[in-house]
Each structure stands twice: as structure tokens, then as C-alpha cells.
């Protein structure tokens, strides 16, 4: 066989094991799909770029959701970056958070402007707390008081996952999402100011554990204080 027919074969067989691959993420077995993801990321080319996007939105399994968002980082951000952005108006919520969870991963902040007020407060938890994440990663220096004053409109939103994964958001911030955290505590909503307190304590001492520090704000709210006494 000729050299040029050599390299020929050789790519043919490179495309069947990228159509195998790509075929291994719609098996219904999970352990499968992973293999797929994983073998997609390890060989990455961007005509696979759609179709882990597509299958990022309807995969049930969180392994495998993480190792398509692999995936997906391993091929060219100019790729990448055009179609997380258009997913992340999509109206479906999976759709959404996973396409926010892979531009945390991504980090490149010109996605920046796509992390809007409505993403902030979106009424699905999940998509909620993805971009709470990915906006403390993608916010430009100087813009981080204005992140905290919108991220303190969800202070008391949710089960106790949810307020964690919030407070995370505020407290990686830094000191600035103090004077936010301080009007928080008095806040008519009994659970945005205990949420204030807790979070504000998580700021001062990180150690102290998200548990402990929502029951003595509940302690200190049920006495009718704000935190503030004694400073």
C-alpha cells in the first residue's frame, strides 16, 4: 500500500472511532456514556462541539454531565465559547446550567456580559446557584460590589443547598459584599437577615461551618439583634 493510502486508512479509522465515540454518548448504559465522553475530550475536534453541547442538555447522570463539561474545555474556546453563550438563553433549565457550569470551567471572561441579573435570580435553583458560580469566576476586577448587591436579592432563597452554595458565591467575593451583607441583616424577610448573618459569619471565620453558623444567626434573630451589637 502506498503512503498517501496509508494516511488515508488512517484517518478513515480515526473518523469511525469518532462516530463510535459520538455514538457511545446516546447508550443507555452510563458507564458507556462516560467512556464516550472521556474518549471524545482525550481527542478533541470541533465538529464534536455540537454534539456534546446537545447531549449536555438531556444526560440524567452528574459523572457523565461533568466529564461532557471536560470535554468541552479540551476543544478551542473560540469554538466552545459562541454556542455555551447562545445555550445559556435557552428555555430549558438543564440546557442552562450546564451551559454555565462549562463556562465556569472555561473561564474566559468575555463571556461576562451573558451572566445577567435574570441568570442571577432565575427561578430554577440549579441554574441559580450555576450562575452564582460562574459569575464569581468570570467578574471583572472593579465589578465585584455590583455582583454582591445583585447576589444579595437571593439572600434566603431556597433549601439549605441552595443558601450554601449562595453564601459560597458572596464569601469568595471577599471583604466587599460586606456592606451588602450588613443591610441584609435587617432586611424585613426573617430569612434573608438570618441567611445575612450566617453568611457574614462564614466571611469572618470560614472554619465555622455553614450549619453552625445559620443556627446562632437564627439564635441571634430570635433575640431581635442584627449581628451588628458589640462591633
Not at 181 to 186: E, I, K, Q, Y
Amino acid at each position: 500500500m502506498t503512503e498517501q493510502g496509508q494516511q488515508g486508512q488512517q484517518g478513515q479509522e480515526l473518523d469511525t472511532g469518532a462516530v463510535r465515540a459520538l455514538q457511545g454518548l446516546e447508550d443507555r448504559r452510563s458507564s458507556v456514556r462516560l467512556r464516550a465522553a472521556l474518549a471524545v475530550g482525550t481527542a478533541p475536534d470541533p465538529r464534536f462541539v455540537d454534539k456534546l453541547v446537545e447531549r449536555c442538555a438531556v444526560e440524567p447522570e452528574f459523572f457523565v454531565r461533568d466529564m461532557l463539561t471536560w470535554a468541552l474545555t479540551r476543544h478551542p474556546v473560540s469554538v466552545t465559547l459562541p454556542v455555551l453563550l447562545r445555550e445559556v438563553g435557552s428555555e430549558c433549565a438543564q440546557v442552562r446550567s450546564q451551559a454555565l457550569h462549562t463556562l465556569s470551567k472555561i473561564g474566559d471572561r468575555r463571556a461576562w456580559p451573558a451572566i445577567t441579573r435574570e441568570l442571577l435570580s432565575d427561578g430554577d435553583d440549579e441554574v441559580a446557584r450555576s450562575a452564582w458560580r460562574t459569575a464569581v469566576v468570570l467578574v471583572p476586577e472593579g465589578e465585584e460590589s455590583g455582583l454582591a448587591t445583585v447576589l444579595a436579592t437571593q439572600l434566603g432563597r431556597g433549601e439549605r443547598e441552595t443558601q450554601l452554595s449562595l453564601s459560597r458565591a458572596l464569601v469568595a467575593l471577599g471583604e466587599v459584599v460586606l456592606p451588602v451583607l450588613r443591610d441584609a441583616t435587617t432586611a424585613p424577610e426573617r430569612q434573608a437577615r438570618t441567611h445575612a448573618l450566617a453568611t457574614e459569619r462564614l466571611l469572618r471565620d470560614p472554619d465555622a461551618g455553614f450549619e453552625f453558623a445559620i443556627e446562632e444567626a437564627k439564635r441571634v434573630v430570635a433575640l431581635g439583634g442584627d449581628g451588628q451589637e458589640g462591633r
